[in-house]
């Protein structure tokens, strides 16, 4: 399949609530994060450290969303649920990891024009450290340009 688009898809952790397919545009990105903290020293000397771990993030811009799907994903976002990203890589082949919505603003806030039930956004999503990636570990298809799957874009 080359030239096929991956695909994703987002429940909760507990399964309450049906399995959303996410189909981003094509300027998804993902990247690796390992957080790093700085503190100055009396005499002015800068010291950084790394925290344990790292995390991923997902920045996926959609369209077409239905109203109640919407209305789901605005509300984990609010509450801050644990969610279940599943990537759908084709050719059967499946990887998953634990997330939170990471937005600063209400993700999907804008109707599409003509299609009042109808919703596009921009979901950011970031993977904890602490849960899912110790227990199932997570590998970018390219960490250095941060996207799935470089081979099948082009």
Do not use: C
């Amino acid at each position: 399949m080359i030239g096929a688009r991956k695909t994703f898809d987002l429940k909760t952790l507990n399964g309450s609530e049906s399995t959303i397919p996410l189909h981003p545009t094509w300027e998804y990105s993902e990247r690796v994060i390992k957080d790093k903290n700085f503190n100055r020293t009396q005499s002015g000397q800068l010291n950084s450290f790394r925290k344990n771990g790292v995390y991923y993030e997902f920045s996926l811009p959609i369209d077409y969303i239905g109203s109640g799907e919407a209305h789901n994903i605005n509300d984990w976002w609010e509450d801050q649920t644990d969610l279940n990203l599943i990537i759908n890589k084709g050719f059967d082949t499946q990887q998953s990891v634990i997330v939170r919505i990471n937005n600063l603003l209400k993700p999907l806030n804008t109707n599409i024009r003509g299609r009042i039930n109808d919703f596009r956004g921009s979901l950011l999503l970031r993977s904890s450290t602490d849960v899912g990636l110790a227990k199932q570990p997570f590998t970018l298809d390219d960490p250095v340009f941060g996207q799935l799957d470089n081979d099948t874009l082009g």
